[in-house]
Each structure stands twice: as structure tokens, then as C-alpha cells.
């Protein structure tokens, strides 16, 4: 399934080993308030500190608006690894020119360095060659793990595997195998659970996954778009109304193996404690909202994860991050949990929910990226992934 080298593929021993992590984690007041990417990126590096390589680590951080911005530098994140792996990081002031090439020079087998936010360089996110080269200069080999930006062609991901032999990291090997193994070669029954605020974002997964799926279960906001499409009034909910010709399509397209909700959860505002109501799918009163679904629904999508062999889950089912509209999601984490399916839970919100519902260790994978799964589980191909060495 992943034709692609890894780092067990090459020799490292004394080299400079350039890797591309995904350390865009959430920082208030200097502080990482999330590690699950740092850490997952952890198998990589130690496996080539062990094997004798220095490590240089950049990744970008946030969205930095034309230049360097403090806010968004990557310091707090190397203090963070230096912690999390016992040992002292190195830190650079940029991630190219004299700082960098200076901390580079210096580094030795068995250190790390990070690098400063590759997003400081505006030409990063337009895959500028220089810059790819002058990140290149700094090291021998290139090591892209950051699954959650191999659907961008960026400098950092896409253009520096033009100047160094590049393979892949650990995590990229392991995100890449179960995703691309659910949607070319899954064991069935496969079910699909598609959640999140809008039908726009899915629309070529949903296209994609009819062809492959034995049944996809909607939930979240986007199901709104399908009832309205259906002619149910939806009251105050979130409706994409320039894509209903196009739900109604995906309805008589996916015919039977298109599930909707067939309950929901509705209320007047998106407080924690608002008045709730259950109500079957049906017209929903004009200042009233649908903001999860309900509990037969969550019992009905429950017995088709139990007979399921392979789950993908990608968005929410309700709002979530309120607790009085988290019931449905949690309800859907807990089916999954149950069962004896391969587990593959994609996008940072869901995977967000999964952690919350503390459901997280019963899951057999949860993707570190939203926009790359998406793109795979819509049958794209990913840049990042395409620019590596073949095995």
C-alpha cells in the first residue's frame, strides 16, 4: 500500500537529517497547550538520534500574516520537546539564512535542533525553490513526517524533496497505510460516518466514498443542508443553501446506502444549559436550531458501527465543544469504542472529541490531519507524500 521509503530505508549514521514535523499545536502565553502532535512525532526522531543522525526539526506554526510574528514563533515549542524528551533542543532564530545555517553547522549526532517557523517566509506557502534550497543547505537527507501538511506543496514539504534524497517519517508511513488500506482495500462491512459543519467540504469525499463504502452515516451541521434539500424548513440552523441541488443529487445518488439522521436535538441558542428539545426530522420552528442529533439516531448509526469491520469517521455530529449538544458525538465515540472494527478517526475536530470523550485508546487510529485525510479519503493524491523517494 505505501510504496514510499521510510527512514529505515537509509543510512543516517553521522548525517544531518532535515525533518519536516507537524508542531502546529496550540500555544496561549507561551505555553503548548496540546502535545498529542509533538508527541506523535516522537518514534521519528528518537529512531534517528538512536541510529547516530543530528536532528533538525521545522515545522510552521499558526498563520503569521506576511513575516515574523512573535506570537507564532516556534521557541515555546522547542522549550516544550526539550521537556518532553529529557534533553537539551537547540533553537534557531529563522529557518534559513546565517542563524540557521550557523546552528546547523554546530549540531552534532544525537542532537536536535528546531528551526524557526517556516511560515515567517511568505514564499513558503507558495513552494518557492529558492527558499526550498536554502532550507535543502542545511542538512543531507530530508525526512517528511507532518501528515497534517503533505496536502499542501509548500517549500518545506514539497519543494526541499527536490534537493535531498527524502523519505518518510514514521507517522507519515503509519497515517498513510491506514487510510490508504479503509479506501482501497478495506474489510467489510465499511462504514463511512461523516460529520462537521459543511456539505461543501465533503462533497468530493462523499462522491468518493458512494463508490467505496458500504454505508455513510451524516451528522453534524452538514445534515441540516440535506433535510432542507429534502423541504423540511430548518428554522434557524446552519444551511448551505447554494449547494442544495447538489445534496439532493447526493441523495438520489447514494440512495439506500445514504444514511440521515432521523432525530435531532434542538434549541434556541448555542449556550451550555439552553432548553433543549428532541424531535423527529420533520419541519424544525423558525427560531429554533438543530445542533445534534438525537438518541435514536445515535442508537441506529450504533448498529451499523457494531457490524462494521472497517469505520472512518471525519467530522463532528453536533456542537460538540458544548456539552449539552455533545451527546450525539460521544454517543458515536462510544459505538466505536464497542467494536470490533479497524477504527480510523480523521480531522481535528473529531479527533478532538474522541480525546475529550476519553474514548481515545479504544480508537486504532486517529489521524494527526484534517485536510490530508480529507484529500486521501476523497482519493487525491498528496503532494508532500508524491515528492518522496519510491521503494
Given amino acids: 500500500m505505501f510504496n514510499k521509503k521510510s527512514v529505515r530505508d537509509i543510512d543516517v549514521k553521522g548525517k544531518k537529517v532535515l525533518v519536516r514535523v507537524d508542531f502546529n499545536v496550540p500555544i496561549k502565553e ?31 506554526l499558526g498563520r503569521p500574516k506576511g513575516g515574523p510574528d ?14 518532553l524528551m529529557g534533553k537539551p533542543v537547540a533553537f534557531a532564530e529563522d529557518c534559513v539564512g546565517e542563524p540557521a545555517e550557523k546552528a546547523a553547522a554546530n549540531l552534532k549526532p544525537g542532537e536536535v535542533l528546531v528551526l524557526e517557523n517556516t511560515r515567517f517566509h511568505p514564499e513558503e ?80 469525499v462523499i462522491k468518493n466514498l458512494l463508490t467505496k463504502a458500504d454505508t455513510i452515516l451524516i451528522g453534524g451541521g452538514m445534515a441540516n443542508t440535506f433535510f432542507k434539500a ?46 433543549t428539545k428532541v424531535v423527529p426530522v420533520g419541519p424544525i420552528p423558525d427560531d429554533w436550531m438543530i445542533l445534534d442529533i438525537g438518541p435514536e439516531t445515535v442508537a441506529s448509526y450504533g448498529k451499523v458501527i457494531a457490524n462494521a469491520a472497517t469505520v472512518v469517521w471525519n467530522g463532528p455530529m ?11 458525538t ?21 479527533a478532538s472529541a474522541v480525546q475529550k470523550s476519553g474514548l481515545a485508546e479504544k480508537i486504532t487510529h486517529i489521524s494527526t490531519g ?22
Fill in 30 to 60: 507561551g505555553v503548548v497547550q496540546d502535545d498529542t502532535r509533538i508527541r506523535a512525532a516522537l518514534p521519528t526522531i528518537e529512531y534517528l538520534l538512536e541510529q547516530g543522525a543530528a536532528v533538525i526539526l521545522f515545522s510552521h
Fill in 70 to 83: 512573535p506570537k507564532y514563533s516556534m521557541k515555546p515549542v522547542a522549550e516544550y520537546l526539550a521537556q
Fill in 125 to 204: 506557502e507558495k513552494n518557492d525553490l529558492e527558499l526550498a534550497k536554502k532550507m535543502a543547505a542545511l542538512a543531507d537527507i530530508y525526512v517528511n513526517d507532518a501528515f497534517g501538511s503533505a496536502h499542501r506543496a509548500h517549500s518545506s514539504t514539497e519543494g526541499v524533496a527536490r534537493f535531498l534524497p527524502a523519505v518518510a517519517g514514521f507517522l507519515m508511513e503509519k497515517e498513510i497505510q491506514y487510510l490508504s488500506q479503509a479506501i482501497e482495500n478495506p474489510k467489510r462491512p465499511f462504514v463511512a460516518i461523516l460529520g462537521g459543519a459543511k456539505v461543501s467540504d465533503k462533497i468530493g
Fill in 230 to 275: 429534502q423541504g423540511y424548513p430548518v428554522g434557524k440552523s446552519l444551511v448551505e443553501d447554494e449547494v442544495l441541488d447538489l445534496a439532493r443529487e447526493l441523495i438520489a445518488q447514494g440512495g439506500t446506502k445514504l444514511r440521515l439522521p432521523v432525530d435531532v436535538v434542538i434549541a434556541q441558542s448555542m449556550e451550555e444549559g439552553a432548553e
Fill in 318 to 328: 453536533g456542537v460538540f465543544e458544548v456539552s449539552t449538544f455533545a451527546k450525539g
Fill in 330 to 350: 460521544f454517543g458515536i465515540a462510544d459505538a466505536l469504542a464497542k467494536s470490533n472494527a479497524i477504527s480510523i478517526v480523521g480531522g481535528g475536530d473529531s
Fill in 370 to 391: 484534517g485536510g490530508a485525510s480529507l484529500e486521501m479519503l476523497e482519493g487525491l493524491f498528496l503532494p508532500g507524500v508524491a515528492a518522496l523517494l519510491d521503494k
